[in-house]
């Protein structure tokens, strides 16, 4: 049962452009919504986070859109650059524990 | 101050074998969590621990199993290996425990199973 639909799975950006990825979530007893960014050969980083509290979470050129109604969240990647490109993923976990469900994830190449 | 490091970075096994990945977390961080990792299914859960404790535990046959040390390091095992089992194994520490706490991954682990 896949708990955070992400979409869409890759995604070809020009740089100075916005990269957009969004996610769906089913279970309402999520409260902490991050996002991962994987290089190639690295671990998952996190790179920025909202609790459903806040609609929305800015840090730099990255900004979180929480639709708690929706059950949807959102990365924009304001200015795309060619070192954005990555694998992102999208995760959930709930208030009690470290265990996150992750999106299926989105390749993004961002091209120069 | 030192990442997550895993322990060992690439394995090769044949089927039926049984293998031991090891985690060494942040220094002063005692939750360790492992998750699994392959083209078809994404990052998939398997357990957490905190203070020598499982916590969680995701939806794997027992052949998966786990245990963290007093000093928070932490193994994950698995048994009778399959070759569905080929996958980056990722271990993630971070201080506590609770939605909300970072997660800091390591590089993985990469299990082929032959």
């Known amino acids: 049962q896949q708990q955070v639909k992400q979409s869409p799975q890759s995604l070809i950006v020009q740089k100075g452009g916005i990269s957009i990825i969004n996610c769906a979530y089913e279970?309402?007893?999520?409260?902490?919504f991050p996002w991962y960014q994987q290089f190639p050969g690295k671990g998952p980083a996190l790179l920025i986070a909202i609790r459903p509290d806040v609609s929305e979470k800015k840090e730099g050129r990255f900004t979180i859109s929480f639709n708690k109604s929706a059950k949807q969240f959102s990365l924009h990647i304001m200015d795309s650059q060619p070192g954005d490109s990555a694998t992102y993923f999208c995760a959930a976990s709930k208030l009690n524990g470290n265990k996150l469900v992750f999106g299926a994830g989105t390749i993004l190449r961002v091209k120069s | 101050k030192a990442g997550v490091t895993q322990t060992p970075r690439y394995l090769i096994k044949t089927r039926g074998q049984q293998v031991t990945l090891s985690c060494s977390p942040i220094s002063g961080h005692r939750s360790v969590s492992w998750y699994q990792q392959t083209p078809g299914q994404g990052l998939q859960f398997l357990f957490e621990?905190?203070?020598?404790?499982?916590?969680n535990k995701g939806n794997f046959p027992g052949r998966f199993s786990g245990r963290q040390f007093s000093n928070s390091r932490s193994e994950m095992n698995v048994s009778t290996l399959e070759l569905g089992d080929s996958a980056l194994y990722l271990c993630?520490?971070?201080?506590?425990?609770?939605?909300?706490?970072?997660?800091?991954f390591g590089p993985g682990t990469r299990l082929l199973v032959l």
């Open positions: 993630a520490s971070s201080l506590a425990a609770g939605a909300g706490e970072t997660q800091y």
């Open positions: 621990y905190f203070s020598e404790t499982q916590r």
């Open positions: 279970n309402t007893a999520f409260d902490y």
